[in-house]
């Protein structure tokens, strides 16, 4: 007779053993219909399970985070069952739930095209239209590997080997379909519905190392409704339509190339982008008592050795080794480099807080499939701070770090910014009296900066808690860009203290801090955000001067000088072409303020101002015109 507590605290008696479906059924019809799986004492399980003891229990819907993910795994069980219908020599091998939706990876001799995914969602829909009972078993691992290698399954057979031995192994069919999983499932096919798309193949190795065979990787999105998945899809062509790689052709920023992967060649416009940036945040760190160093990119490696980097990152670094047999390192990050500058002389507690600031170049071999235009490069450049300070002076310099976050995102468009709070893993350095003023030193700057936060349990570093600042963009998608750290790990191993008020030496905390995180990364989030339609005082050409008749050349690089004077970015534009077609070219090309001037424009020392996006032009004198934008520039777009 289980007694099942609920999570409003409210129990239930059972006569026997009961399912999660049939609780569900016995709270309400609507309930039970919307179930997908059930959560006992923590634990996801299946609806048809049944619960023969007390436990505390809550109904997994489908339009919650864990049924979502429910939903999309059972998809890429059902599209590993389409493929194996479609191709049967086909090998099936691993296939999880991921952000957005699912992807199964395969073992086939040929390559899968767009037709054969239309091929394979259509046969995935007649599945769910079966409504197969999904059905879980418990099997001996030996009669396991038997099994999958007696139908040609060599992975599933090698993935149950690694697994240990005394875990319970769980199969779960579907249908004339049977595969390896821990669950939890849906109790069919059916109850998936076919709000499911898939979208594109990859080459993924086998279990993620290079040195294994090629795979293919299908990815497919899925969702709880149609709406959902409409809407997903709008947001997928629009990211297209955004794509930074493209617009970054039209605009003239940058490109890759094969000999330099993972690296950006910047063109003249990208490289002033990406130098307004460093500007702006210079500018902005200097007010804020930052003191910008610069250290070397090429380090012995006893230096990555000693700060712990070898251990953890050595397989992401790149090496070199000189002909007198001395092994370094390209760095793949800043704050061992800034502790050799904390350590030079002495430093007092009077000194502290002690912030260094480096825009650093840094290096990470990420794998060639890995790489994703400025999003994912090996190659990039991070706006690095270290700020040295006592445990007592962790919460404000924490708060004067938020604040600063906060303030150069809105400068940057993005209003809408997500905090996470993560405290100590299972597995971290450091006694924990130290961890708890670290997480309670965070934990009061959040709350005294009155910010919202969400809390990830578990999910900081291993030296130290730390905030996450996630940007949301313009059609909905999140980035993880800033960070903030306290590290109680680094200065010890790298011989930094600091002489207290006792006269005694004592350790400094560490806090890391990156705002921009890259700014190769950041600048394709901006042009993405933007639609490339980037604020005036960002873009690389502000304005663009258009002549419609030959007669106003002498005028326009008048207007010019002028406005280059003022501090803004210009060009003209002085070709024998009608005024529509230079105006349709620059506008592709987005420069956001465009000024025609002809024989009326020269005769009354005005300028015809059109806004990129706008069809109306505005007809100003040439002084009102240059201080309205001067104005804009200056203020970095934001009214007072």
Request: overall charge negative; aromatic content about 8%.
């Amino acid at each position: 007779m289980p007694r099942i507590t609920l999570p409003d605290g409210s129990e239930r008696q059972y006569e026997a053993a009961v399912s999660g479906a049939e609780i569900a059924m016995s709270i309400g019809k609507s309930l039970a219909r919307d179930a997908v799986a059930v959560r006992v004492d923590g634990a996801l399980w299946d609806l048809t399970r049944t619960i023969e003891q007390d436990a505390t229990v809550e109904i997994v819907t489908r339009e919650s985070d864990d049924g979502l993910e429910i939903l999309r795994h059972d998809a890429a069980h059902v599209l590993a069952e389409a493929v194996k219908e479609l191709w049967p020599e086909t090998q099936v091998t691993i296939g999880p739930a991921i952000d957005n939706g699912f992807y199964y990876d395969f073992a086939r001799a040929e390559a899968f095209t767009d037709a054969d995914l239309e091929t394979i969602e259509s046969r995935m829909k007649e599945i769910v239209d079966r409504d197969e009972a999904i059905e879980r078993e418990v099997w001996e691992p030996d009669k396991a590997i038997e099994f999958f290698r007696g139908i040609g399954e060599e992975y599933k057979a090698e993935i149950i080997e690694s697994i240990p031995a005394g875990e319970d192994l769980t199969l779960y069919r579907q249908g004339e379909f049977i595969d390896l999983c821990r669950g939890p499932h849906l109790t069919s096919t059916g109850q998936l519905g076919k709000a499911f798309k898939l979208t594109h193949v990859s080459g993924a190795y086998w279990r993620g190392d290079a040195k294994n065979e090629m795979l293919q990787r299908i990815y497919g999105t899925a969702w709880s409704n149609d709406k959902q998945l409409r809407k997903h899809l709008h947001m997928l062509e629009e990211a297209d339509k955004r794509d930074h790689r493209r617009l970054a052709k039209v605009m003239d920023l940058f490109h890759f190339q094969e000999e330099a992967p993972g690296a950006v060649f910047w063109h003249p416009k990208g490289w002033t982008l990406f130098q307004t940036l460093i500007g702006f945040m210079r500018e902005k760190q200097n007010a804020a008592g930052y003191q910008e160093i610069n250290t070397p990119e090429i380090v012995a490696l006893s230096l990555w050795e000693a700060s712990g980097h070898w251990e953890t990152f050595g397989d992401s670094m790149f090496t070199t080794k000189t002909v007198d047999g001395r092994t370094y390192a390209i760095k793949p990050m800043n704050c061992p480099g800034h502790v050799q500058v904390f350590k030079q002389g002495i430093t007092s507690y009077r000194d502290l807080p002690y912030r260094l600031a480096e825009f650093g170049k840094c290096h990470r071999y990420e794998p060639s499939g890995a790489l994703h235009g400025m999003m994912r490069v090996r190659a990039f450049t991070q706006d690095d701070a270290h700020i040295f300070c006592t445990p007592e002076q962790i919460t404000e310099e924490s708060i004067a770090v938020c604040n600063l976050i906060l303030e150069i995102y809105r400068n940057f468009g993005f209003d809408d910014v997500r905090i996470k709070y993560a405290d100590r893993p299972d597995v971290r350095v450091g006694d924990d009296a130290v961890w708890d003023q670290a997480e309670a030193a965070l934990i009061e700057a959040l709350d005294v900066s009155g910010l919202a936060y969400t809390h990830n349990p578990g999910e900081g570093a291993f030296y130290g808690p730390k905030i996450e600042f996630v940007l949301r963009d313009a059609i909905g998608r999140d980035w993880q860009c800033g960070t903030l750290q306290v590290d109680l790990n680094m200065p010890g191993r790298l011989g930094a203290t600091y002489i207290g008020e006792d006269g005694e030496k004592h350790l400094p905390v560490m806090l890391h801090r990156a705002i921009f995180g890259s700014l190769e990364r950041f600048i394709g989030i901006l042009i993405e955000h933007h639609a490339g339609n980037l604020p005036l005082w960002l873009a690389p050409v502000q304005v663009k001067i258009l002549t419609i008749t030959s007669d106003a050349d002498d005028y326009a690089a008048e207007v010019a000088t002028e406005l280059r004077q003022a501090g803004l970015r210009v060009e003209t534009d002085l070709r024998n072409e009608k005024i529509a077609y230079k105006v349709r070219e620059h506008s592709i090309a987005k420069v956001p303020v465009q000024l025609a001037v002809g024989q009326r424009e020269l005769e009354n020392g005005t300028v015809a101002m059109r806004r990129l996006g706008s069809k109306k032009q505005q007809v100003m004198a040439l002084g009102e015109a240059i201080s309205a934008l001067k104005s804009e520039v200056d203020s970095h777009g934001l009214s007072d």
